[in-house]
């Protein structure tokens, strides 16, 4: 799966797992994941690569302990259980 079908697919679970997404632009300041008033949003940074967005959202992911992986693209769950780059 390409990285662009992939972030497609990343975003779909993070939005099915609560995650309000926010796409801006933000000249390379990156983006993250936050809790604000019990809200969880996800914020991407249009000006990173597809690859960078990605890893942001595996990021977000990852912090939902709660996440049915059965439910999850196997190529999803695969980047999921990589160890997380340095």
Do not use: N, Y
């Not at 801006?24 to 597809?50: F, V, Y």
């Amino acid at each position: 799966m390409h990285t662009a079908q992939l972030l497609s697919s990343a975003l779909e679970v993070a939005r099915d797992t609560g995650f309000q997404v926010r796409e801006e632009i933000l000249e390379g300041a990156g983006g993250g994941h936050c809790l604000i008033r019990g809200q969880k949003w996800l914020l991407l940074d249009l000006t990173q690569s597809q690859q960078e967005q990605l890893d942001d959202v595996i990021d977000a992911l990852r912090s939902q302990p709660q996440l049915e992986l059965t439910k999850v693209p196997r190529e999803l769950v695969e980047c999921l259980r990589s160890p997380k780059a340095a």
